[in-house]
């Protein structure tokens, strides 16, 4: 089947640390991959995408590039912030080249950042 | 207004009741989207509909829960006979294939079912 499948949280880190968080999917064809990011007490937000294998897709320093031979999207940034608390969410949708159709959406991982 | 808005923002009902909650896209948006986020399931994918085409339902998880878009702007979820596990909060998206097709998701509707 199609799935999202992202490294259990929570994950907590000291300000100006390395964030990794893994993604990987199952799927069939070739589909897009995002990176949603929802912060305390607001609504899902799009943090970066990548719609093509070997694609890289960056944000707010945040970058994740899509791994054909993998089936992975990793989440990284070099040097994480308080302000970067929140929780992250894989995802991918059916049709590769576009933002288009359905999300399938990983569990989702909490980042708390301490000072 | 300038992104999608949905209503209401809380809701709590009585096992049994029926509700709406109501979801307006940006304007201009051919696509909308339902999800559903809870504890248990986390990101839920329900419904979605594109254009004039019949929407896509398989999301759906029982037939106490139907949606319509009217005039290919708002989109009204309706659960049917609550039930406690309907508790949840439900997230309502659009976007336009002119903009790549990125989604813009609602504030979302915490319905608690008691």
């Known amino acids: 089947g199609n799935s999202v499948t992202q490294m259990e949280g929570p994950v907590t880190l ?19 991959l995002f990176w949603y990011v929802q912060y305390p007490g607001e609504g899902l937000q799009l943090l970066l995408k990548a719609t093509k294998a070997d694609d890289k897709g960056s944000n707010k320093g945040f970058e994740a590039t899509y791994r054909k031979e ?14 970067d608390s929140a929780v992250y969410f894989c995802a991918r949708t059916n049709a590769g080249g576009t933002s288009y159709g359905k999300l399938t959406f990983g569990q989702g991982t909490i980042l708390t950042v301490h000072p | 207004g300038a992104g999608v808005s949905q209503s209401p923002s ?42 004039n085409s019949a929407p896509d339902k398989s999301g759906l998880p029982s037939d106490r829960f139907s949606a319509e878009r009217t005039g290919g702007s708002v989109s009204t979820l309706t659960i049917q006979r609550t039930q406690q596990e309907d508790s949840a909060v439900y997230l309502c998206a659009s976007s336009s294939l002119a903009g790549g097709g990125e989604q813009f998701f609602g504030p979302g509707t915490r319905l608690t079912v008691l």
């Open chain 2, 10 to 51: 809380n809701k709590v009902t009585e096992k049994g009741k029926d509700v709406e909650l109501r979801c307006d896209p940006i304007s201009g948006h051919t696509a909308l989207y339902w999800y559903r986020q809870s504890l248990g399931q986390g990101l839920e994918f329900l419904i979605y509909f594109q254009g």
């Open chain 1, 14 to 32: 000291s300000e100006e640390a390395f964030l990794t968080i893994n993604c990987t999917y199952t799927a069939t064809g070739y589909p897009s």
């Open chain 1, 70 to 83: 993998t089936t992975s999207f990793h989440l990284e940034k070099g040097s994480v912030q308080v302000s």
